[in-house]
């Protein structure tokens, strides 16, 4: 049984949590700055219910970014069993894309303190994605100049592309994610220009302005 089909009080405060992290989402996508009240007022529910489950701001916008954190590893964990190098690497890009984890990473980076067991998924989630580009680059299918740190810039560069309509955003990061995997692809192409990110060079976003 799902936490929310759960009789009672507790199925209740599990349908609320769906509702308000699913407003909070959507809240916080449009403007990182609004007040944890637009978000009650998104949710439908009455402000003290918001707080109970979520005592701040910085708490709730935590509890988001680590869902997709978590999201992020469940997606690579999956892709790790599939034999095909290239359509591990290729599949993980796809799902995590059309999941929308990194709208969150760009919209929310600075705005609240990471937790240790954050920090620890996320020790966790480059291990999984290194491994997946590890195994594309022996596969002969990854060029050879692309690193970890490619993986994140390009998930981050497709979350950026969005527009009014969901299913017409969903299309076009299909499209652009799809000119973007031909550009991984080992070919006689030229090397990138000017060099990859640096190992943990993006981190310091995530530290609060």
């Known amino acids: 049984m799902s936490e ?21 989402r959507d809240v916080f996508l449009l403007d990182p700055k609004a007040p944890i009240s637009a978000v009650a007022e ?47 690497l290729a599949g993980f890009l796809g799902r995590v894309v059309e999941a ?15 937790t240790d067991e954050m920090g620890a998924d996320a020790r966790r989630a480059n291990e999984l994605a290194a491994g997946l580009v590890a195994r594309a680059h022996e596969s002969g299918r990854l060029r050879r100049d692309a ?7 390009i998930l981050e560069c497709c ?21 973007l995997l031909e550009g991984l692809a080992s070919g006689d192409g030229p090397d990138l220009p000017g060099p990859p990110p640096r190992p943990g060079e993006m981190n310091g976003r995530w530290r609060p302005s």
């Not at 009455?46 to 869902?67: M, N, Q, T, V």
Request: charged share 25%; with cysteine.
């Open 159 to 179: 979350a950026a592309i969005r527009v009014e309509d969901p299913v017409r955003t969903s299309e076009l990061r299909r499209r652009y994610l799809a000119l």
């Open 4 to 24: 929310t089909a759960l009789p009672g009080r507790r199925g209740q405060a599990a349908r609320n949590d769906v509702v308000i992290l699913d407003a909070a």
């Open 42 to 88: 998104r949710a439908g529910v009455g402000i003290s219910a918001l707080y109970r489950r979520y005592p701040s701001k910085e708490f709730l916008l935590c509890r988001l970014c680590h869902d997709g954190l978590r999201r992020f590893i469940s997606e690579a964990e999956a892709s790790a069993g599939e034999p095909d190098a290239w359509a591990a």
């Open 147 to 153: 690193v970890t740190e490619d993986v994140g810039m």
């Open 100 to 114: 929308d984890v990194h709208s969150l990473t760009v919209h929310l980076a600075g705005t609240f303190t990471p």
